[in-house]
């Protein structure tokens, strides 16, 4: 017997991949309370923090104090997104400092990463 979470697991199981609705993807960055930097991936930056606050989000922030979003901007699909944070996780601490306090843009330090379709990257 088949269970259906809710009415959009319902309707999109039976959409094609072309078909779904497109939600835009953000990449972000928290700041935890001994100065770390998570990176994450959402479509929703506003409710992924309240999430991470209240420990239901990543495990890595459970329990590391006050948490505060320092950087989000917009990537576009989450293909994008994916790559993007991959990336990111993958620059020293130092260069995503930078990214927090806009002395080098996103595309800056991930160059050749987004696909030339014109997508536009927004840092903010």
């Excluded at 700041?31 to 409710?47: C, K, Q, V």
């Excluded at 050749?112 to 536009?120: D, E, F, H």
Aim: include cysteine; proline fraction near 4%.
């Amino acid at each position: 017997m088949c269970r259906w979470r809710n009415s959009y697991d319902r309707v999109a199981s039976f959409l094609t991949d072309t078909q779904r609705p497109m939600s835009p993807w953000y990449l972000y960055l928290i700041r935890t309370a001994d100065n770390r930097l998570y990176t994450g991936i959402t479509t929703d930056p506003e409710r992924r923090l309240r999430q991470h606050q209240q420990g239901k989000g990543a495990r890595a922030l459970r329990g590391k104090g006050e948490l505060a979003m320092v950087f989000t901007t917009l990537i576009g699909d989450r293909s994008a997104a994916l790559r993007a944070e991959y990336r990111i996780k993958q620059l020293p601490k130092r260069q995503k400092e930078q990214l927090v306090a806009g002395s080098a843009t996103l595309a800056e330090l991930v160059s050749g990463l987004m696909p030339s379709s014109g997508c536009a990257l927004t840092d903010g």
